[in-house]
């Protein structure tokens, strides 16, 4: 089992950059493939983005380009590099874990962080 709690959120105006974090307790968090969904008032939870735990990444078009997932196994962190925002990237922004290979839907992730509040004004 492993627990996850986020951080780095905020306001921000658009254009502008944040960084998210991910910080998993447990010793098994090299093991684990991670996600980074999204939700946003009135819609459904999203996916935005992952990393396997070889270190390959994969992205919904809308963030491709702009986003960047990284991940440090020593630090048991995962971070969410967030460039160019757009006030349609507002929304609570959830990392999660999970063992299969492509997890794009939100069932299909096991593990979740609380959240953290991703603001951009326009």
């Known amino acids: 089992q492993v627990q996850l709690v986020e951080s780095g959120g905020g306001l921000v105006q658009a254009g502008g950059s944040l960084r998210l974090s991910c910080t998993a307790s447990?010793?098994?968090?090299?093991?684990?493939?991670m996600g980074w969904l999204r939700q946003a008032p009135g819609k459904e939870r999203e996916f935005v983005g992952a990393?396997?735990?070889?270190?390959?990444?994969y992205y919904t078009d809308s963030t491709k380009g702009r986003f960047t997932i990284s991940r440090d196994n020593a630090k048991n962190t995962v971070y969410l590099q967030m460039n160019s925002l757009k006030p349609e990237d507002t929304a609570v922004y959830y990392c999660?874990?999970?063992?299969?290979?492509?997890?794009?839907?939100?069932?299909?992730?096991?593990?979740w962080g609380q959240g953290t509040q991703v603001t951009v004004a326009s």
């Open positions: 999660a874990a999970t063992v299969q290979i492509i997890a794009t839907g939100r069932y299909e992730y096991d593990y």
């Open positions: 447990g010793r098994a968090f090299s093991t684990y493939n």
């Open positions: 990393i396997r735990r070889t270190g390959s990444t």
